[in-house]
């Protein structure tokens, strides 16, 4: 099974790349800041962020059914991070993952990282990077995948596996399962992650979130993605 943790950004805090938090400020045209702000549910920028959240569920998806391959984030370095000379989110997230597996003793698969070097053949966007993610997958002979992000961002992950699977001949073969990280973490320690996911779910960032998402959907849909 090949395992894939989407990318929901890195900021830097205290001169260290993370990932992000459940929400962030984002930029005016709704990109991540390469430094966080202090967090603002109110500001019209603020936004859901979920790179921990989506990690910390990689890591319990892959105890409960163990990949033979992880990625992170499986795309080109994005502009924002491009501009500042740092690293792409996949080398940040893949080390952060493999850390956490060691710490809970887990058997670390194959970790597969899109360095900050290496070049996409469609600007970074979550398509590409999904496409990215299916052709690894085809690559290593592997038919199962196992795709892990935010609750917010999965109708628009469903509409595009969906699309790559029925449109290229290559990935018509591949399984591919969902699964919301609020939902995984929430499973595995309800007195952990219920207040935290129930706080995430409450937020104006996670309305104004899911409205841009809504919006994404129906422009890849109507071709204008």
């Given amino acids: 099974m090949l395992m894939a943790i989407l990318g929901r950004g890195i900021q830097r805090v205290n001169g260290y790349w993370e ?3 459940d929400l962030e400020v984002c930029a005016p045209d709704k990109s991540h800041l390469p430094d966080r702000v202090p967090l603002d549910d109110a500001n019209p ?3 859901v962020g979920g790179g921990e959240l989506n990690l910390l569920a990689g890591v319990e998806v892959h105890r409960r059914t163990p990949a033979t391959v992880a990625v992170c984030a499986y795309a080109h370095r994005a502009p924002y991070l491009a501009k500042v000379g740092g690293p ?3 080398e940040v997230m893949s080390e952060k993952l493999s850390g956490l597996m060691n710490d809970r ?5 194959e970790v597969c990282v899109w360095d900050r070097d290496r070049l996409g053949e469609d ?3 979550t398509h590409r990077e999904l496409a ?3 052709a ?3 690559e290593r002979t592997i038919a199962d995948v196992h795709v892990v992000t935010v609750s917010v961002h999965l109708p628009r992950i469903a509409v595009f596996a ?4 029925e449109r290229d001949m290559r990935f018509r073969h591949l399984a591919v399962s969902l699964f919301a990280s609020e939902q995984v973490l929430v499973e595995a320690c309800p007195a952990k992650y219920a207040p935290r996911v129930l706080g995430l779910w409450g937020s104006q960032a996670y309305t104004r979130t899911a409205f841009y998402e809504r919006r994404g959907t129906v422009a890849f849909l109507q071709g204008r993605y």
């Fill in 19 to 21: 990932m992000t938090e």
């Fill in 45 to 47: 920028d603020c936004l």
């Fill in 88 to 90: 792409s989110e996949s």
């Fill in 105 to 109: 003793r887990l058997r670390l698969p």
């Fill in 123 to 125: 600007p970074s966007n």
């Fill in 132 to 134: 990215n993610v299916f």
């Fill in 136 to 138: 690894l997958a085809c």
């Fill in 162 to 165: 969906r699309s790559l699977t």
